[in-house]
């Protein structure tokens, strides 16, 4: 198969099974393609090569012995460099962490290597997953592989994520999401972001962020391939006290193609009117689309998303400095000023406001419930701008001015807040090139009418099979 | 009730006393490289503390069952 390289987690699963090509080959293209364009991309920290070509030739003995296979076996992957990996250094994205190599995996690294995936390296991220543009000073920018004149922003916190999966350096990824990190540069990048119900899928062994509000999932190029990864991953972990019992059901099962009289509710207000002309256009003619196919489309607001911002701001940085106050004493000239800066912030919110946010956050929950009781999905910009320029700082939004970092998290952290499911998927490009994303947020636990939904669109429009010309 | 905020603006004093009270000893500088950062977070919590929450139960977890 030419360019193995774009070919999806599913289509390389098949290919490997029917011993079309081997695990061998399939690692060493994703490598090639890593060392030809990484240099520019910056999307990984850590690169896996030994590692991998390792574990691949086993994944080819194992098939030619006809041993059981799982459903990802000899398939690459990379990993947010947030997950723990036994033996080979998780920084964080930090240099305070440069050296520290956990002893074990984190559980979800575990249960993608039981399933038979391979790992190409650790990617790169904002310092300890603070912040959406996708900026590291210790690791370097990741770029956005859309625009090969122009650096722009990737958008984060899973930075090289976005960047590797977009641009054919790895098939699929996981990122981790507390304000949209996994979203955010899946909209930017023009791929597929899942940020699962809270309690999907088990945190042990990720660093956190927001204990309360971080979540993991895969970033893939297709939502096939996400169903894949998340099939793979989710389920019940006792090292996590969040970790839900719900049994997981087969989500590639799910995605039957068939949208016929599934109501979407289609966010008006706060999301729509607040989007850029060209993000709102994208994402109504998305809506038109599913409609067409058979979908119940209406309009809902959320009222109470507008309180979202100072919400956030109260739990996560709360959180967030509970977590690092005792390095920000030892090491804080180590860290990267802005997260320095973040994290001092959240030194003067109080615990009273910590609660308060905490009861604006179950409003939140309550108003997407609701919106939920009567309809399958809710339909939104994942973000209201296309990727910007590394040095943009100020949008202009469909309701006013807005600085870039505030307008990147403005339309995800609701539902880190609620903990509703959601994800992303390219909706259409501007006239530049650059892809718009929408997201699909679903009822709690409800991941496969949420896949369903995405899946149906992508057999629908072919925004995710464009790809990206790289310098 | 919550500690009332009458306004947005903070002077270094006051910066140095909030962050002795969180346990940092910050220089000067350092304070006033973070007080519009302070300010525009105060604006938010002052937002925060005029929400209605009525007796709505603070979130801690979502229900994972």
């Known amino acids: 198969m030419a360019d193995l390289f774009w070919a999806s987690m599913t289509e390389l699963a098949g290919l490997i099974a029917t011993k079309a090509v081997s695990p061998v080959e399939v690692v060493r293209v994703h490598l090639d393609r890593i060392a030809a364009h990484d240099e520019g991309l910056r999307s990984y920290v850590t ?49 305070i962490f440069a050296d520290r190599v956990p002893s074990t995996d984190a559980t979800v690294t575990r249960r993608l290597a039981d399933a038979g995936a391979i790992l190409l390296g650790k990617l790169n991220m904002v310092e300890f997953a603070y912040g959406p543009e996708g900026l590291n000073p210790h690791y370097g920018h990741a770029r956005n592989p859309w625009d090969a004149a122009t650096h722009r ?16 350096l790895a098939p699929g990824a996981l990122g981790s999401d507390t ?14 972001g899942l940020k699962p119900t809270y309690g999907r899928v088990s945190r042990a062994g990720v660093l956190p962020l927001a204990w309360s509000m971080d979540h993991v999932g895969p970033m893939t190029r297709t939502v096939a391939d996400a169903a894949v990864m998340l099939t793979a991953m989710a389920g019940y972990d006792p090292a996590d006290a969040s970790s839900s019992v719900l049994p997981v059901p087969d989500y590639r099962g799910a995605l039957t193609g068939d949208v016929k009289g599934l109501r979407i509710g289609l966010l008006r207000g706060f999301f729509l009117d607040g989007a850029t002309s060209k993000v709102r256009d994208a994402v109504e003619a998305a809506a038109r689309t599913l409609a067409s196919a058979g979908a119940v489309v209406d309009e809902v607001s959320l009222a109470q998303v507008t309180n979202a911002s100072a919400a956030s701001l109260a739990i996560v940085g709360s959180e967030a400095l509970a977590y690092h106050a005792e390095t920000l004493r030892a090491r804080a000239a180590d860290y990267d000023p802005e997260v320095a800066r973040r994290l001092r912030v959240a030194a003067f919110v109080g615990g009273a406001h910590y609660v308060r946010a905490q009861q604006v956050r179950a409003l939140i929950r309550q108003d997407v419930d609701a919106a939920l009781a009567r309809r399958d999905v809710l339909l939104a910009p994942t973000t209201p701008i296309v990727a910007p320029a590394l040095d943009e700082r100020q949008v202009t ?75 | 009730m919550l500690p009332a905020m009458t306004s947005h603006s903070i002077d270094l004093d006051t910066l140095r006393h909030g962050a002795r009270l969180a346990g940092f000893s910050w220089s000067d500088a350092e304070l006033e490289e973070i007080r519009p950062q302070v ?15 009525g007796d709505v139960e603070p979130t801690t977890h979502y229900r994972t069952v």
């Open chain 1, 179 to 192: 304000g949209g990190s996994i979203r955010i540069p899946a909209s930017l990048c023009g791929i597929t």
């Open chain 2, 39 to 53: 300010e525009a977070a105060l604006r938010l919590l002052r937002a925060l503390e005029a929400i209605p929450v």
């Open chain 1, 397 to 471: 939004l469909g309701d006013g001015p807005s600085a870039v970092r505030a307008a990147l998290i403005r339309f995800t952290q609701p539902f880190n807040l609620s903990g509703h499911p959601a994800c992303s998927v390219p909706c259409g490009f501007t006239a530049g090139g650059l892809p718009v994303g929408m997201q699909f947020v679903g009822r709690p636990f409800d991941e496969a009418t949420v896949l369903r939904a995405a899946d149906a669109f992508q057999r629908l429009t072919d925004f995710h099979a464009r790809r990206p010309v790289l310098a």
């Open chain 1, 153 to 168: 922003l990737t958008g984060g916190s899973s930075s090289g994520s976005g960047a590797a999966v977009a641009a054919g």
């Open chain 1, 47 to 95: 690169i896996c090569a030994d590692g991998a070509m390792a574990t691949a030739r086993e994944a080819e003995a194992a098939l030619m012995a006809g041993r059981p296979l799982g459903p990802l076996h000899g398939v690459p992957y990379g990993l947010k460099d947030l997950y723990d990996t036994a033996g080979i250094a998780t920084t964080g994205g930090s240099k």
